[in-house]
């Protein structure tokens, strides 16, 4: 009899990796809630953009249940700060709260390992971020083109991970053992391949379906989003085990 996916995930340590999505960090924190109220915490979490912003304040020592409460509380005034440059706004106002919030400093002192992609402009090629500084780091994968100024860390021009990696699996060694989850997205600016649910040995992915679109000016939808991944993460994890699970 095929296991459930709850009875796969406690069976061997495994990563968590959740993709970028503009403001789908709610949801991945649904998710993340979810596997830590049935005990099922991953060993490595990591992913690009808002995947990349979740899994690093998890990793930092931050419980999911406290990220959940930070993100029903979060306004656009607590990052919303306009400024002239490649870019609506300077992010000075996101890695501030970033590093009020986050209990670790850096990627070596978070209390299991984390990655997070970053595009690097002028080298033009996605790089994973796992030693150093995990603020900059965090705002860099989360700096969407056009939204946020790029971030200039360690001499290099950074800007949203989910640029050329939008699974945010770049940090993803070829058959370990993973949960992904993954973020669909209505966009019509994204091609029908780069919105394919990623398949890989050793992996299963996680789509909930029904999410509302969310953005800085839609953050009131954010809190239901969160309670729906957390269901749906719930009912998931009774399901059995396939490639892809969808909810």
Not at 14 to 38: K, W
Request: glycine residues 10%; positive net charge; aromatic residues 6%.
């Amino acid at each position: 009899m095929t296991a459930t996916l709850a009875e796969h995930l406690s069976a061997a340590p495994f990563t968590l990796a959740m993709s970028s999505g503009f403001f789908g960090f709610f949801a991945h924190a649904g998710v993340l809630l979810a596997l830590e109220e049935c005990g099922l915490l991953p060993s490595r979490v990591g992913g690009a953009s808002a995947g990349a912003l979740v899994a690093g304040l998890w990793a930092s020592g931050r419980a999911a249940a406290e990220i959940a409460d930070e993100l029903r509380r979060l306004r656009r005034d607590d990052f919303w700060d306009p400024g002239v440059g490649p870019g609506l706004l300077r992010g000075a106002l996101f890695r501030r709260m970033l590093e009020e919030t986050l209990r670790a400093r850096d990627f070596e002192r978070c209390r299991v390992p984390c990655f997070a992609s970053v595009y690097d402009v002028l080298a033009r090629r996605v790089e994973v971020e796992t030693t150093g500084e995990l603020a900059p780091a965090l705002v860099a994968s989360c700096a969407v083109p056009g939204l946020f100024h790029p971030v200039v860390s360690r001499g290099r021009l950074l800007v949203d991970g989910g640029v050329a990696d939008r699974p945010g699996l770049r940090g993803v060694a070829p058959g370990e053992r993973t949960l992904f989850h993954h973020l669909a997205s209505r966009s019509p600016w994204r091609s029908e391949r780069a919105m394919a649910v990623p398949r890989r040995q050793g992996m299963v992915s996680f789509v909930v379906h029904g999410l509302p679109r969310l953005g800085p000016f839609r953050l009131a939808d954010g809190p239901a989003a969160l309670s729906r991944a957390r269901d749906a993460t719930r009912q998931a994890l009774r399901a059995r085990v396939t490639e892809v699970i969808e909810i």
